[in-house]
């Protein structure tokens, strides 16, 4: 090793700290400098590594999403009914609460993304994000209707509307609107999948 100088750490090191940073302070207290220090690199280090928060921030998304998606396959593989699989996404869908690490990130990115410089490279990455949780869905649905535990529906249209009601539940309980939290928003998901999906008995 040459003169002791210090190695990065590796880029996953980074993108753990960053999203355990936004658990802990917030998002408004992830600066490269603070990031820098917890990590023990300077600032321009991580601009050298990312070039800009922006790409920080959505290298970070899609770290916490590989992380969501495969226990998200772990959870849609597993011997279960797929009523049962399909409440587990849902569970794994909305966010745990007000400030959720993951849910605050991916407005931010969200947000971030409608800014005119905005590269259509990253609107492009953040959409493979969404449909990765779009074509689970599709899949255990149709896989449902097969084996006579759901309604039949089109799998497809039905899970964009499902998301979108997910999406919007979430929303409220990750900004911590009042009078919504995530048991509220379990029970409803539920009422709405009895009423609109699943067999009759």
């Given amino acids: 090793m040459a003169g002791g100088r210090r190695q990065a750490p590796p880029r996953e090191n980074v993108l753990a700290a960053a999203m355990e940073m936004i658990a802990e302070r ?3 207290k992830l600066t490269m400098a603070a990031l820098g220090r917890k990590v023990g690199m300077s600032s ?37 009914s797929a009523r049962a699989r399909l409440d587990a996404y849902v569970d794994l869908y909305v966010p745990d ?18 800014s005119a410089a905005a590269d259509a490279t990253a609107r492009d990455r953040q959409a493979a994000i969404e449909g990765a949780w779009h074509r689970d869905l599709v899949a255990l649905l149709a896989e449902g209707i097969s084996r006579g535990e759901f309604r039949r529906v ?48």
């Fill in 154 to 201: 089109d799998p497809d249209r039905f899970a964009a509307r499902l998301r979108a009601l997910l999406d919007g539940f979430s929303i409220h309980v990750a900004i911590g609107l009042r009078g919504t939290d995530r048991a509220q928003v379990l029970a409803h998901v539920r009422d709405f999948l009895a009423d609109s999906l699943l067999a009759d008995a």
């Fill in 97 to 114: 609460g007000h400030r959720d690490p993951h849910w605050t990130l991916w407005l931010e990115v969200w947000n971030r993304s409608q």
């Fill in 26 to 28: 917030g998002l408004e």
């Fill in 44 to 80: 321009g280090h991580l601009l050298y590594y990312f070039g800009s928060k922006d790409e920080l921030l959505l290298r970070t998304l899609e770290w916490s999403e590989g992380r969501l998606g495969a226990e998200r396959g772990r959870l849609l593989t597993r011997a279960a």
